[in-house]
Nanobody, 129 residues
Framework: QADLLESGGESVQAGGSLRLSCVVS????????MAWVRQPPGNEREAVAV???????NYADSVKGRFTISKDNAKNTLYLEMNGLKPEDSAMYYC???????????????????????WGQGTQVTVSS
């Protein structure tokens, strides 16, 4: 079984909402920095939201104001609340972590420069217009 296990992906209409979950089933202490990374078909992976051990967050411009990342340490679970979904949000969504904490750029956790070590198997989100 994978160390990180995502769930919650579905097919929804544009404008709808979803909540993705990622359970850390092994060594949760290694999840100092956690992120949601998506990969549309035929495209590169894109980190869309990251949360550091102190709760600080950062978002890609494409999802800012619509997505919210959060973490329940008691349940070893990472969440991504997605509202106002658009067809361009359709992708496989992965959670990932870095045991050393997020790389900081100007004091904020970096989506791009954090070195994610563990990855889940992904959950599919499809948004139809």
């Amino acid at each position: 079984q994978a160390d990180l296990l995502e769930s919650g992906g579905e097919s929804v209409q544009a404008g709808g909402s979803l909540r993705l979950s990622c359970v850390v089933s092994k060594n949760p202490a290694r999840s100092a920095c956690m992120a949601w990374v998506r990969q549309p078909p035929g495209n590169e992976r894109e980190a869309v939201a990251v949360i550091d051990r102190d709760g600080s967050t950062n978002y890609a411009d494409s999802v800012k104001g619509r997505f919210t990342i959060s973490k329940d340490n008691a349940k070893n679970t990472l969440y991504l609340e997605m509202n106002g979904l658009k067809p361009e949000d359709s992708a496989m969504y992965y959670c990932a972590d870095d045991p050393w904490g997020c790389t900081l750029i100007n004091g904020s956790p970096s989506l791009v420069y954090t070195a994610y070590r563990r990855w889940g198997q992904g959950t599919q989100v499809t948004v139809s217009s």
